[in-house]
């Protein structure tokens, strides 16, 4: 399909129409590239917003895709359902954490958090229980609804939209040993009305690739509990071997009452998302009183086609060597990022699992003007890299080579000495 002549009417996400450069155009995709107008071929260390996992255009996942379409497109959810839906569940709680034993399909990351906080605040009105607040971290992100708003961090992000947004009890993020996070969390749950404890595990996504210990999370999750609240998982960028594991709380022992789930669901190929909830949440909806019903859906929730696509990345899980090739990256970014620690020109330099991230040393925040000259400079280079303001990071398909990530530490050496800290 060609491009049309005339000027474009869409409007992109998170792009500054006023003084970014025209979009690149896309022309198709493969393995661990973007093809572009002219030739190019776009290294996507950044999995295209943190989705690709396996690559693009996976052939077992298209041939999946391609099949369930001959079969059905769109059914309606509410009062039917279709055996995509139900393989796909199925594996999804065999793979999951234990106890986590009903799957609610939506479409996107923020919908399955919207889903996730809907379930923990009605399972305790339903039991009677007068539990209402929610505990998260700071720099947390979680979505861009009205309800993943509330609970992500307060910042440019969301500040037009301060009237609409409820308010949370925020805790600090777990530095170190994680003391001044633990002891925020028990005053915060002393009073017993907290409903539920919802972190990104291991990894804080869009608030700065900032990381903490496995055991960390396992002691929050324990004092919440220990208080009767929830504990609730936003895997959406850490699920499908991100951290190094199929899940991320899988690292600290860790099975949550409630997991959100998407991105690389699909192996990043349609979108998808599914929540995970215990038992004891779906009881405590469970009724002949239909107010007790969990009022939610999404229009496509469970398209067939996208589980078709789900059933796939499974399979490829199951049949494929997929967890030696994350291991296999989990060791080709630490190699590579050997050559920074201690560089003056970084602070920070860190990695968890496939995901490698450092600061470039100087003007900081995701506003900061470095971070539009640092994309710059790796897109001339047919890199895809979204520095988070100075922060650089790394988050690419599992089947990237060696050589490829050579070139893109290359860039990120040179990107220091070149680009500006203004």
Known sequence: MDFPSDPSPVWHPFTQHGSEPPPIRAV??????ILAEGGRRILDLAASWWVVTHGHRHPAIVAAIKAAVDTMDQVIFAGFTHPYAEELARGLVRRAPPGLTRVFFSDSGSTAVE???????????????????????????????IGTMSVGARSVFNAPY????????????????????????EAACAGGDVAA?????????????????PEVLAAMAAVA??????????????????????????????APDILCTSK????????LAATLATEAIFASHYSDDR?????????????????????ANLK?????????????????????????????RFVNVRRCGTIAALDLAGSAGYLAGVGPQLKAFFLERDLLIRPLGNIIYLMPPYCVTGDELDRAYAAIDAAADVVGRG
Not at 28 to 33: F, I, N
Not at 197 to 213: F, K, Q
Not at 225 to 246: F, K, P, Q, S
């Open 28 to 33: 198709g995709t493969e393995g661990a590239y």
């Open 115 to 145: 889903v996730a906080l809907k379930m923990a605040l009605g399972h305790f009105r339903h039991l009677g229980a007068r539990r209402t607040r929610i505990v998260v971290l700071e720099h947390a992100y979680h979505g861009d609804t």
């Open 162 to 185: 301060e009237p609409l947004l409820f308010d949370v009890v925020r805790i600090p993020f777990p530095n170190g040993d994680g003391a001044a996070t633990l002891a925020a969390l």
């Open 197 to 213: 404890l919802l972190v990104e595990p291991l990894v804080l996504g869009a608030g700065g690739m900032l990381m903490y210990a």
């Open 225 to 254: 509990r220990r208080h009767g609240a929830l504990v609730l998982l936003d895997e959406i960028m850490t699920g499908w071997g991100r951290t190094g594991t199929l899940f991320a709380c899988e690292q600290a022992g860790l």
């Open 264 to 271: 690389g669901l699909t192996g990043g190929v349609v979108p």
């Open 291 to 311: 107010a007790r019903t969990f009022f939610h859906s999404s229009s496509f929730t469970a398209n067939p086609v996208a589980c078709a696509a789900a059933l």
């Open 316 to 344: 490829l899980w199951d049949e494929e060597p997929v967890a030696a090739r994350v291991a296999a990256l989990c060791a080709m970014q630490e190699q590579r990022l050997a050559r920074f620690r201690g560089d003056p």
